[in-house]
C-alpha cells in the first residue's frame, strides 16, 4: 500500500476542457455498461478500477461527477468518498450491492450525493447523474450571500465565516446551515433537509440530518444564532439576540 501523503495531498490539476464523469468500478463489464449510456447522452466518460485509481485521476481529471462503487480493491469506496470530500464538493453517486438503510445513510453521512442499489438500470443511471447535476449546478449559479447575527454564509463560493473568521464545514453541513440561513425562523421538517441537502427521504431514519446539525451547532459558537430544535419537528435557525 502506497504511503498515507500520497493519498491526501492536495488538487492542483487543471481542469479538464470538457466536462467529465468518473466511473469507479472494479467489475468491468458494469463500468463498459455506464459508459455505453452515458457516453450516448453525450457525457465524456473515465474509468478506475480501484481505490487509488479513483483517487489519482479523481485529482488528475477533476470530473464534474464520480459514479463510486463501494467494494474496491486497495482502498474501498468508504475511504475513497471520505478522502475526495476532504478535498473536493465534486457530486459523487455510489453504487453499490448493499442495500441496507444503514449503508446508505453511511453513504450520505459520507458526503455522497446519491445512493444507487445494484443491479440497476443503466438508465436509472443516467436519469440519476442528470438529477444531480441539475441540482448541483443550480446551487453554483446562486451569487448571493446571507449575514444573520455574526454569520456570514456567502452561497456562490460557499464560504461561511463566523464574526469574519472563516469556518470549514463539510459539504453537506454547507448545505444545511445554507438552506436554514436562507430562510431564517422557518421550521424545517428533517425529512425535508433531507430530501433538499441527500436528494433523499427516509422516512422514519433522519438520524444522518441530526448528525450534521451536532456538527454545526458546534462549529457556529459565537455566531449569535441558534439551530433550534422543534420537537417533534426539525428545525430552523434563530437569532436570539433579534
Not at 96 to 114: F, N, T, W
Not at 153 to 161: C, D, G
Request: some cysteine; glycine content about 8%; overall charge negative.
Amino acid at each position: 500500500m502506497r504511503a498515507g501523503r500520497d493519498i491526501i495531498s492536495p488538487m492542483s490539476a487543471p481542469l479538464p476542457s470538457e466536462p467529465t464523469i468518473l466511473v469507479v468500478d472494479d467489475e468491468k463489464n458494469i463500468v463498459e455498461l455506464a459508459k455505453l449510456y452515458l457516453t450516448s447522452e453525450g457525457y465524456r466518460v473515465e474509468s478506475a478500477f480501484d481505490g487509488f485509481q479513483a483517487i489519482e485521476k479523481s485529482r488528475e481529471l477533476r470530473p464534474c461527477l464520480i459514479v463510486l462503487d463501494l467494494m474496491l480493491p486497495n482502498v474501498d469506496g468508504w475511504e475513497v468518498c471520505r478522502l475526495i470530500r476532504q478535498e473536493s464538493d465534486v457530486p459523487i453517486i455510489i453504487v453499490s450491492a448493499r442495500g441496507d438503510d444503514v449503508d446508505r445513510i453511511v453513504g450520505l453521512e459520507l458526503g455522497a450525493d446519491d445512493y444507487l442499489v445494484k443491479p440497476f438500470n443503466p438508465r436509472e443511471l443516467v436519469v440519476r447523474v442528470k438529477a444531480v447535476l441539475r441540482r448541483t449546478q443550480a446551487g453554483a449559479k446562486q451569487a448571493t450571500a446571507v449575514s444573520i447575527g455574526k454569520l456570514h454564509v456567502n452561497l456562490s463560493s460557499r464560504e461561511v465565516t463566523v464574526d469574519g473568521a472563516p469556518v470549514k464545514l463539510r459539504p453537506k453541513e454547507f448545505d444545511i446551515i445554507a438552506t436554514l440561513a436562507a430562510s431564517p425562523d422557518t421550521v424545517f421538517t428533517r425529512e425535508k433537509l433531507l430530501e433538499q441537502v441527500w436528494g433523499y427521504n427516509f422516512p422514519g431514519d433522519t438520524r444522518t440530518v441530526d448528525v450534521h446539525v451536532g456538527w454545526l451547532r458546534g462549529k457556529l459558537a459565537g455566531a449569535d444564532v441558534e439551530i433550534r430544535t422543534v420537537w417533534g419537528v426539525g428545525y430552523k435557525l434563530v437569532c436570539p439576540g433579534e
